[in-house]
């Protein structure tokens, strides 16, 4: 099967260098196996996304506009990020703290 386009989704766009790492690796990655091939990035930036890696970006915002693109591609690749994460999960307690320790055994928190 030849290879001319492929679809990328992850956690890009969002000024988190490490998945900006791994998309880039990602594409390189890509063009090493197929060549010339177009590559879609979902993203939450578009411009910034398309000016880093010099890719066609999509955003996240228009998911009508992620489907048609992810089904004329010749494949989708997704990876990076926390891509099944739907909340902020900095509101959650931490578990490694003594009041939440206490609450848990119900002993009570001692200060």
């Not at 390189?28 to 890696?53: A, M, N, P």
């Not at 509101?91 to 939440?100: F, V």
Request: net charge negative; proline share 2%.
């Amino acid at each position: 099967m030849s290879v001319k386009s492929v679809a990328v989704t992850g956690y890009y766009g969002r000024d988190n260098v490490g998945d900006e790492i791994l998309l880039s690796s990602l594409i390189d990655l890509i063009t090493e196996r197929y060549g010339d091939v177009e590559v879609f990035v979902l993203t939450s930036d578009v411009k910034r996304t398309e000016e880093l890696h010099d890719v066609t970006a999509v955003t996240e915002s228009n998911p009508i506009e992620w489907v048609k693109t992810s089904m004329r591609v010749d494949a989708l690749i997704i990876g990076g990020g926390g891509l099944f994460a739907n909340f902020d999960t900095s509101a959650l307690p931490d578990i490694n703290t003594d009041q939440h320790r206490a609450e848990q055994s119900d002993m009570g928190c001692r200060n």
